[in-house]
């Protein structure tokens, strides 16, 4: 089980701050990085930029101070028996900075780290330790979304955010055009950049989005197949059911009765 010992979520230090850890902090430590700050690890002075993370070995020697004012980073120190294996599993790097994708992301996954700890109850170690898995697992996923440009990762938090509007309301219509217009692309630019970062088509995502909230519906209710059309944004039912049926291989009513016989 993964444990985790202490963490903080946005933490400031309007004058600045010093780190030594000379003998190491005994503990896995991760920091995202919101201030340009100098780190010393290994022998090696490095200059790291805002949005990036380090995770330290509990046995690394390191420093770390801020380059600029005010000093702002997430953080968490954890641990448990399982830590060390966890993380050879994922092959995340330890000891070097990291540009983070998406940094956004990360704090908000601290930051409900941070809330976990302070709920208490009987399964709080449980959750923590899902929590804390599941955070590592996304860091390692972010990862391999880095985009592989610097034009393209300075679209990649608008897109990211525009993607997962997408699959978080299905229902809504949305067009390209006001999509690319959202980041200030011309429809083909958005198009192209939105399939490199994420291998798919918009428009592919946007099917996608509709039909999964569809199979949620058609598995979990009773609705007459016309208003789950209509709830997942179609305006046609007929353009529904053909599209239902191309992608799922079954019109909605035989995915719906197949999903009954299961049960």
């Known amino acids: 089980m993964l444990k985790l010992i202490k963490c903080g979520f946005n933490t400031t230090h309007p004058e600045g701050i010093l780190?030594?850890?000379p003998d190491g902090s005994g503990c896995y430590v991760f920091v995202l990085f919101k201030s340009k700050s100098q780190v010393v690890t290994a022998g090696k002075t490095l200059e790291v930029d805002a949005d990036t993370w380090m995770i330290f070995r509990p046995e690394t020697p390191y420093r770390y101070r801020n380059l600029e004012t005010p000093f702002i980073n997430d953080w968490l120190h954890f641990g448990g028996d399982e830590a060390q294996a966890f993380l050879e599993e994922l092959?995340?790097?330890l000891d070097?900075?990291?540009?983070?994708?998406h940094s956004a992301s990360l704090s908000r996954l601290v930051m409900e780290l941070q809330r976990s700890s302070w709920l208490g109850g009987p399964f709080q170690e449980r959750i923590?330790?899902?929590d804390l898995t599941g955070f590592l697992m996304k860091l390692v996923n972010l990862r391999q979304l880095r985009p592989h440009s610097e034009h393209m990762?300075?679209?990649f938090s608008q897109l990211s955010e525009i993607r997962s509007r997408i699959y978080g309301t299905p229902q809504q219509r949305y067009t390209i055009n006001e999509l690319a217009a959202e980041v200030n692309l011309s429809r083909s630019h958005f198009q192209h950049l939105?399939?490199?970062?994420?291998?798919?088509?918009v428009s592919l995502d946007m099917i996608r989005s509709r039909l999964e909230f569809a199979k949620y519906l058609l598995e979990n209710g009773s609705q007459p197949i016309s208003a789950v059309s209509?709830?997942?944004g179609y305006e046609n039912e007929t353009h529904f059911m053909r599209q239902f049926k191309k992608f799922m291989g079954k019109t909605p009513s035989q995915y719906r009765k197949g999903c009954m016989a299961e049960s």
């Open 19 to 21: 780190i030594d850890r």
């Open 91 to 93: 092959e995340l790097p």
């Open 96 to 101: 070097e900075p990291i540009p983070a994708v």
């Open 128 to 130: 923590i330790d899902s």
């Open 153 to 155: 990762a300075r679209y």
């Open 194 to 201: 939105y399939k490199e970062l994420f291998g798919c088509a």
């Open 230 to 232: 209509r709830m997942c």
